[in-house]
């Protein structure tokens, strides 16, 4: 087990690590990154490790794989859209995630559950709010990967970025209490449980569940 959590936390660092080199330009749009091999060379880690960094940045958005083409720099993404309300985000997550979740039940494969599991123990282990706001997006985003939809993925994409605008940040700070973030988690599990279990209705009902609690405590409604 402690040999998981070194590893874990490896990629954590060098995905965090390498998310910094994308965004200041190290790789151009469209350009190969180094192998696998390369990387854990440069870095001094396992090629296991490697791969799941690139797991979390590929959900990110900030790179794209192409089996037996290599991994590529993704178009950078737009700045949040300053236009958008997080109320009215939250209004619109209440409306597809519910639908997105179920669709995942239906098509997740193995990897996509191992990705959501991995996310949970995240947000478990998430020793600051920060740490589990980026575990909770990547939860979400996990979720909308495991539609193999392309749209979806999308959208649910769009609607996360409003979580790196500083007036998200501040509402979401209002709930930062330890009874909030045991129920947070306890619907997260809920949600990963009926992934697994391939109940659709089951993650429906608690993801709907799940966005309404987050919508009461942010805005009081």
Known sequence: MAEVTKERLGAVALQEALARDLRADRWRAGERLPTERDLGARYGV????????????????????????GTFRADPAPAPDESLSPSDVVECRLILEPEMISLAVARAGQADIARMAECLRGTDEAADLAAFERWDAALHDAFATGTHNGAVIAMSRSLARVRERTDWGRLKARGNTAEHRAILQAQHHAMVDAVRQRDRAEARRVMREHILFVQGYMFGD
Do not use: F, K
């Open 46 to 69: 396992a090629r296991n490790t490697v791969r799941r960094a690139l797991d979390g940045l590929e959900q990110q958005g900030l790179i794209h794989r192409h089996v037996g083409r």
